[in-house]
């Protein structure tokens, strides 16, 4: 059964910083892409940044120079580091990731994580 799981969430005061983990486990084989999603209470889920298997990231303007998405492709496992964090930064982060599921790289499936609480406060 292939999950991602999220880490790393919690209470930081504004100014602060948390780093986010993504770990891929079950039968896949690697990383295609790998994204970072956040949905504040009362708002639609919006696109935070993502990365390449070949390392080329996407930000929202929103985050640009405060957060920085990363991946450790032999642990399958991905990062987002947040820094200078702001209350508006509060949300539950979702981890979405295309799998490859086979070696040759060529079929993949999308997953989503269950979520990790990111609460910014003072």
């Known amino acids: 059964q292939v999950q991602l799981v999220e880490s790393g969430g919690g209470l930081v005061q504004p100014g602060g910083s948390l780093r986010l983990s993504c770990a891929a486990s079950g039968s896949i084989f690697s990383i295609k892409t790998m994204g970072w999603f956040r949905q504040a209470p009362g708002k639609e889920r919006e696109l935070v940044a993502t990365v390449t298997a070949g390392g080329s990231t996407y930000y929202a303007d929103s985050v640009k120079d405060r957060l920085t998405i990363s991946r450790d492709n032999a642990k399958n496992t991905g990062y987002l580091q947040m820094n200078s964090l702001k209350p508006e930064d509060t949300a539950v982060y979702y981890c979405?990731?295309?799998?490859?599921?086979?070696?040759?790289?060529?079929?993949?499936?999308?997953?989503w994580g269950k979520g990790t609480l990111v609460t910014v406060s003072s």
């Open positions: 979405n990731a295309d799998l490859y599921t086979d070696w040759r790289q060529v079929n993949y499936k999308n997953y």
